[in-house]
């Protein structure tokens, strides 16, 4: 059984614990929050008697072997270093930090202490991904892929109106490409890997942080198209064209129908049964790993993870967008 700490009171993390309840070996001991009364209200929700105020304190506890960081992105690096530093293992949701050299922190921190560091990106291990996977050769060499994902965001209406919650705060290292753009980018790393370079645009918010944006990258025999917004909607597909054909995903962020339409104008669907609650894999891929010993996920692995946080960074540098945490 593995005993968890949630650090973060929101809808993520109900998300979060509702998937993780269906694995066995899954055990929510604790909760963090900033404040006693928040951190009971949510404790209360699921039954656990254990709470804390203080990062420090909760780290050492050995009533925890791993905790789940579902906290704004700005603390994301400081509270995981402090939790790996007293041997807890970390699951941090995406993105896993602010930046570049954040995360190069994290990572040797995980290192030091021999524990387990995984970014919380759930769509690289979805059936309906592994079925990308594992029919990309029918669609023959490779030539683009489009990454889409725009939603809308219900803050932005409260923007709108005056009030910047923290979906639009810089100070909380957020925004548009950090929020949802990850989700085009991230499957891209894991199929190509890095690209050789980037063009980046987008539409920067009075706040200081994106509200949409697209990012062109080129490699040697392909290139990419990543599109992605919060202050508009998409109701078009992601796509990886091919020379034989096309494979179509109907959300990139999380792939519910997955089909090959190649050139002679044959269809094949190639559409996996998954859990409703998509998270479910993620936490299984942690647990798995927390339990063969292995300190690093090699689908979300240290590589693929600094690779997408180097291309958000310079993206965020074309477009001007910078947070407190870069001038650290």
Request: with cysteine; hydrophobic share 35%.
């Amino acid at each position: 059984m593995i005993r968890f700490c949630i650090v973060g009171t929101n809808w993520i993390t109900e998300e979060f614990i509702k998937a993780a309840s269906h694995l066995q070996d899954f055990s929510l001991t604790a909760v963090y929050s900033r404040t006693e009364k928040r951190a009971k209200e949510f404790a209360d929700m699921f039954n656990v008697e254990t709470i804390f105020t203080d990062i420090e304190s909760m780290s050492k506890s050995n009533k925890i072997d791993a905790i789940y960081i579902a906290s704004p992105n700005c603390f994301h690096a400081q509270q995981a270093i402090t939790c790996m530093n007293n041997g807890k293992h970390v699951l941090c949701e995406k993105p896993m930090a602010s930046n570049t050299a954040e995360l190069k922190q994290m990572i040797n921190t995980a290192k030091k202490n021999n524990v387990l560091l995984m970014e919380a990106l759930k769509t690289t291990f979805l059936p309906n991904f592994k079925s990308i996977q594992d029919n990309l050769h029918k669609i023959g060499e490779v030539r683009r892929y489009i990454g889409v994902y725009c939603q809308y965001s219900s803050r932005y209406d409260t923007y709108k109106e005056g009030t910047v919650l923290n979906a639009f705060n810089p100070t909380f290292s957020n925004g548009s490409l950090m929020d949802i753009g990850v989700y085009c980018l991230y499957p891209l790393v894991v199929l190509f890997g890095k690209p050789e370079r980037i063009k980046a645009n987008g539409i920067t918010l009075e706040s200081g942080v994106d509200g949409e944006g697209s990012i062109l990258l080129q490699y040697e025999e392909k290139d990419a198209v990543v599109m992605y917004s919060k202050i508009t909607n998409s109701y078009i597909f992601s796509e990886i064209q091919g020379e034989n054909g096309s494979i179509l995903i109907d959300k990139i962020h999380s792939p519910e129908k997955v089909q090959i339409c190649y050139r002679d104008g044959s269809v094949e669907d190639i559409t996996q049964s998954q859990v409703n609650n998509t998270m479910y894999y993620e936490v299984k891929e942690f647990i798995e790993l927390i339990k063969k010993g292995e300190l690093e996920s090699s689908t979300n692995s240290y590589s693929n993870s600094l690779i997408v946080t180097e291309i958000m960074e310079e993206s965020r540098q074309q477009m001007g967008v910078v947070y407190p945490a870069d001038k650290d």
